[in-house]
């Protein structure tokens, strides 16, 4: 079966600006969550969705949004660029986003904001 | 504030050898814990879980520790081998955020032949 899809892969944003990303779960899965890794610091949680609700968010400004639709798909949405949002955004789509439940990853988008 | 802690930022071990990757926690409400291998240009997979009531999972080549009182777990790898050459991302979950995972900077792990 295809597996998470993110898109784009890859874009270059200017200071100011806002960024929509993308993000297609496996078939069935329901439970979507967004990650952004920066060089040394790992994996960060922004947020996790589960059928069009957010469930659980990390410690990110409110410039950081997300949303789930019907279909599962995801979405995330970052207002008023800065240069250190610059990073990969990696989601992760599972069945029921329960801890024991193993999450599967996009290949991630990589934003750099110039 | 990092509650999941890798250390080490790399690793190299020869072929054939084991590979021991090390992590550390803090936070004391976890009670379930991963390790991811990442490629470059690819997304996390999943390798290992284990959860609190355990100390000790193994699955082929992979056995994962975990040490609750010193709040630390680590990856064995035995044998090492050259497709083993990745990051590895310890993660962290716990009862009050059962949909949340934290986790470590990662370990560049290189085998050399």
């Given at each position: 079966k295809a597996g998470v899809t993110q898109t784009p892969r890859y874009l270059i944003k200017t200071r100011g600006q806002q960024v929509t990303l993308s993000c297609s779960p496996i078939s069935g899965h329901r439970s979507v969550s967004w990650y952004q890794q920066t060089p040394g610091q790992g994996l960060q949680f922004l947020f996790e969705y589960f059928s069009e609700t957010q469930r659980n968010k990390g410690n990110?400004?409110?410039?950081f949004s997300g949303r789930q639709f019907s279909n599962s798909r995801s979405e995330m949405n970052v207002s008023t660029?800065?240069?250190?949002?610059?990073a990969l955004y990696l989601c992760a789509s599972s069945y029921d986003g329960m801890k024991n439940t193993e999450a599967f990853f996009g290949q991630g988008t990589r934003l750099t904001v110039v | 504030d990092q509650q999941v802690k890798q250390n080490s930022p790399s690793l190299s071990v020869q072929e054939g050898r084991i590979s021991i990757l090390n992590c550390d926690y803090t936070n004391s409400m976890f009670d379930y814990f991963l390790w991811y291998k990442k490629y470059p240009a690819e997304g996390p997979t999943f390798l290992i879980s284990i959860s609190s009531i355990k100390d000790k999972n193994e699955d082929g080549r992979f056995t994962v520790f975990l040490n609750k009182s010193a709040k630390h777990l680590s990856l064995h790898i035995v044998p090492s081998q050259p497709g083993d050459s990745a990051v590895y991302f310890c993660a962290a979950s716990g009862r009050a955020n059962d949909y949340k995972l934290s986790f470590g900077a990662g370990t560049t792990v290189t085998v050399r032949a």
């Open positions: 990110f400004p409110g410039r660029l800065e240069l250190g949002d610059s | -």
